[in-house]
């Protein structure tokens, strides 16, 4: 799978995958991930990517030229399946579905907006998806972006090494996940649950779906509902 970020400033996106699980993904090449800067697709000689909204208002709209050239500059190397993400509040909620749904494209190239966002005719011309990473409002789409490219490489083979590391998170059930508990038995006068150290793996299996459930009411309330 390769990612392709198209961005302001791609030192946020290159400087945070050169660490942990993202850095060996790549080291081992079983994911790409490529940062291309808008500002050098521009034609105007400031190299100004914004203007103002048509219409009145506060802030700044970057401009059509400049994303759609930088799109264009990569579009022949992708492949049919493919997705282009636009990164915005108004999107489609990130949820553990959608992750796994992206995880079979072959390229993702994601639009990092900034300012007051994109001009619409952008997303009309080459945007397939918009999704949101929660209800508020960054200051731009590169750390939404890092959110999505992380969520979805960890499912791919390969870069987490055991796949029911990731089969029994939260979310991945619709429920919220189980307290852990490692070494030592006993800390700062609180025990580890007895039937964690029973070695019956039924109790266990109970035991955790049990927490699940309850964790989830107490803090997800709505994925209740929907299970």
Not at 165 to 184: C, T, V
Request: proline share 4%.
């Amino acid at each position: 799978m390769k990612f392709t970020v198209l961005t302001l400033f791609p030192e946020m996106i290159e400087q945070s995958v050169t660490h942990s699980i993202m850095k060996r993904a790549i080291e081992n090449k079983i994911i790409e991930v490529e940062a291309l800067n808008i500002r050098e697709f521009t034609i105007n000689k400031h190299k100004k990517v914004d203007d103002y909204p048509y219409g009145g208002g506060c802030g700044m709209v970057m401009q059509v030229e400049p994303i759609y050239n930088c799109y264009k500059s990569v579009e022949k190397k992708l492949s049919k399946n493919k997705k282009v993400i636009y990164m915005s509040p108004k999107g489609k909620p990130l949820t553990q579905k959608i992750v796994e749904e992206l995880g079979y494209v072959d390229d993702i190239v994601i639009l990092c907006g900034h300012y007051e966002g994109v001009d619409q005719r952008i997303i009309d011309e080459i945007i397939t998806d918009e999704i949101s990473i929660g209800d508020y409002v960054l200051t731009g789409g590169e750390l939404p972006a890092l959110v999505l490219m992380d969520s979805v490489a960890r499912l791919i083979d390969g870069v987490i090494s055991k796949e029911e590391s990731h089969q029994k998170e939260s979310f991945s059930n619709g429920l919220l996940e189980y307290p852990q508990y490692s070494r030592p038995k006993e800390i700062l006068g609180r025990e580890v649950p007895a039937v964690l150290l029973s070695g019956n793996h039924k109790k266990i299996e109970v035991w955790r779906h049990e927490q699940s459930l309850k964790i989830t009411k107490k803090n997800r309330p709505d994925l209740i509902k929907k299970k």
